[in-house]
């Protein structure tokens, strides 16, 4: 299966996982993205799905190096 939702949400678990040890919250977050909070709330509870560039964005926004999360994020993944 290509597209499990599961995966979206831990995606979506593991960048606010990171947003909250760093202290930043949705509404900052999504200042520095110049989206709306309701953006950062949908792709971290996998009801979004983010493309590479948005995951992208995303990390830069944080102050994270998007290759370590990347890697992170996919680890963290299970495929069959």
Known sequence: MWADPDQYKRIGARLATERKRLGITQVDLATRL??????VSAY?????????????????ALGLDPQT????VVG?????
């Open 69 to 72: 999360l990347f890697a992170d």
């Open 34 to 39: 110049g989206k709306p909070q309701s953006f």
């Open 76 to 80: 963290a993944l299970h495929f069959s």
């Open 44 to 60: 971290e509870s996998g009801q979004r799905r983010l493309d590479l560039v948005e995951f992208l964005r995303v990390a830069k």
